[in-house]
């Protein structure tokens, strides 16, 4: 069975530290770009991350916001991909996801309509 599966997640003070897992199953994982994707309340989703697959140099990107503070990385020996996130900030409280799509090897855009996804993680940064 195909699915990307979120774990990590919980409640972090301000300035604190998170390392989101994204663990695939029924695919391997280095042959797709994956992205790391979040949705606050009442918000639009909006991507965060994203790291393109083995064969395009595992590539990494990020959104302004997060530039500095978010590090994605992949272990292929476990097949997972990884989010650390150092300085949390309340406006980083959302959930997130991590996605990706058969056809992508490249980050085409951090706003990528992804067509397969995991079931989410919440993240909430608060005091």
């Known amino acids: 069975q195909v699915q990307l599966v979120e774990s990590g997640g919980g409640l972090v003070q301000p300035g604190g530290s998170l390392r989101l897992s994204c663990a695939a199953s029924?695919?391997?994982?280095?042959?797709?770009?994956i992205g790391w994707v979040r949705q606050a309340p009442g918000k639009e989703r909006e991507g965060v991350s994203c790291?393109?697959?083995?064969?395009?140099?595992?590539?990494?990107y990020y959104r302004d916001s997060v530039k500095g503070r978010f590090t994605i990385s992949r272990d292929n020996a476990k097949n997972t991909v990884y989010l650390q996130m150092n300085n949390l900030k309340p406006e980083d409280t959302a959930v997130y996801y991590c996605?990706?799509?058969?056809?992508?090897?490249?980050?085409?855009?951090?706003?990528?309509?992804?067509?397969?996804w995991g079931q989410g993680t919440q993240v909430t940064v608060s005091s």
């Open positions: 790291i393109s697959s083995s064969s395009k140099d595992g590539r990494t």
């Open positions: 029924g695919f391997t994982l280095e042959s797709y770009a």
């Open positions: 996605a990706t799509d058969w056809v992508l090897t490249s980050c085409m855009s951090l706003d990528y309509h992804y067509d397969v």
